[in-house]
T-cell receptor
Framework: AQSVTQPDIHITVSEGASLELRCNYSYGATPYLFWYVQSPGQGLQLLLKYFSGDTLVQGIKGFEAEFKRSQSSFNLRKPSVHWSDAAEYFCAMTTDSWGKLQFGAGTQVVVTP | EAGVTQFPSHSVIEKGQTVTLRCDPISGHDNLYWYRRVMGKEIKFLLHFVKESKQDESGMPNNRFLAERTGGTYSTLKVQPAELEDSGVYFC?????????????FGAGSRLTVL
């Protein structure tokens, strides 16, 4: 069955430290992959997407993600987090021709001073 | 450009009552999607409109949910009668094209609490 797994429900990181959020997918081919972020009181905002080509994708707010076909993963990284990065992060994929998204359960990121 | 607007932002109702959620997509976006996040679970697809037609309603949980998109503009999602398990956040999203590569713009969501 097709699925998106985010193994970490909750991550606490110190401001200035690096952050890596894990995402694994299950699908018979290469899906289109996305990372969204939801800050408190806000809608889901697209951070970055991967369709094909270069497996290292740059996004907004200093985030990047790396697609690894061999590991069925699409992990999100940021070298140095800011307090404003505290939010919930969602990995998602689409496999159908209409762009229907399938989401992971989300990872809540808390940033400490 | 105005984003995707949803209201109400929060609704609290009693079990058995009716609630209608509204979504105004970005102007010119033919594709409109509804998603739902029940507490502690994944965000799940409910349905997809292309203009005023339902392209895919495979995610609608049961016949207590009715979605409409009159004239291909705004959309409403009615829950009647509401049950406790309907509590959650309902997200609306829109996109210009409906291809696999299209990028959805999401609204802030409507939180529904059923008591």
């Amino acid at each position: 069955a097709q699925s998106v797994t985010q193994p970490d429900i909750h991550i606490t990181v110190s401001e200035g430290a690096s952050l890596e959020l894990r995402c694994n997918y299950s699908y018979g081919a290469t899906p289109y992959l996305f990372w969204y972020v939801q800050s408190p009181g806000q809608g889901l905002q697209l951070l970055l997407k991967y369709f094909s080509g270069d497996t290292l994708v740059q996004g907004i707010k200093g985030f990047e993600a790396e697609f690894k076909r061999s590991q069925s993963s699409f992990n999100l990284r940021k070298p140095s987090v800011h307090w404003s990065d505290a939010a919930e992060y969602f990995c998602a994929m689409t496999t159908d021709s209409w762009g229907k998204l399938q989401f992971g359960a989300g990872t809540q990121v808390v940033v400490t001073p | 450009e105005a984003g995707v607007t949803q209201f109400p932002s929060h609704s609290v109702i009693e079990k058995g009552q009716t609630v209608t959620l509204r979504c105004d997509p970005i102007s010119g976006h033919d594709n409109l999607y509804w998603y739902r996040r029940v507490m502690g679970k994944e965000i799940k697809f409910l349905l997809h409109f292309v203009k005023e037609s339902k392209q895919d309603e495979s995610g609608m949980p049961n016949n207590r949910f009715l979605a409409e998109r009159t004239g291909g503009t705004y959309s409403t999602l009615k829950v009647q009668p509401a049950e406790l398990e309907d509590s959650g956040v309902y997200f609306c999203a829109s996109s210009q094209d409906g291809s696999r590569a299209n990028v959805l713009t999401f609204g802030a969501g409507s939180r529904l609490t059923v008591l």
